[in-house]
Nanobody, 119 residues
Framework: QVQLVESGGGLVQPGGSLRLSCAAS????????MGWYRQAPGKQRELVAT???????NYADSVKGRFTISRDNAKNTVYLQMSSLKPEDTAVYFC?????????????WGQGTQVTVSS
């Protein structure tokens, strides 16, 4: 079992920055991958960025060059640094942990944090 708690969302003006945090209830080096997803009103949940415990990262094309995912194993926390924010980045952002200690893998989700980009 993994409990995930996101924080750091809020209201920001276009062009601004925010850093989201996702604190896990267990050591994240034992979690195969962690990622950030988002869901805007009336739209499907979409991948934003992922990070594996092997060190690889993956980003949606829409956020490449603007967002950065990082991990702090000592704090069992994953971050999403968001810069040059646009109104279309407005969504609820969710943290996901994928654990593959047994097959099939199990996905755990946080409760989400709202990000609103507006002037």
């Amino acid at each position: 079992q993994v409990q995930l708690v996101e924080s750091g969302g809020g209201l920001v003006q276009p062009g601004g920055s925010l850093r989201l945090s996702c604190a896990a209830s267990r050591r994240i080096f034992s979690i195969n991958s962690m990622g950030w997803y988002r869901q805007a009103p009336g739209k499907q949940r979409e991948l934003v960025a992922t990070s594996t415990n092997g060190g690889s990262t993956n980003y949606a094309d829409s956020v490449k060059g603007r967002f950065t995912i990082s991990r702090d194993n000592a704090k069992n926390t994953v971050y999403l640094q968001m810069s040059s924010l646009k109104p279309e980045d407005t969504a609820v952002y969710f943290c996901k942990a994928r654990v593959c200690s047994t097959w099939p893998c199990t996905d755990y989700w946080g409760q989400g944090t709202q990000v609103t980009v507006s002037s």
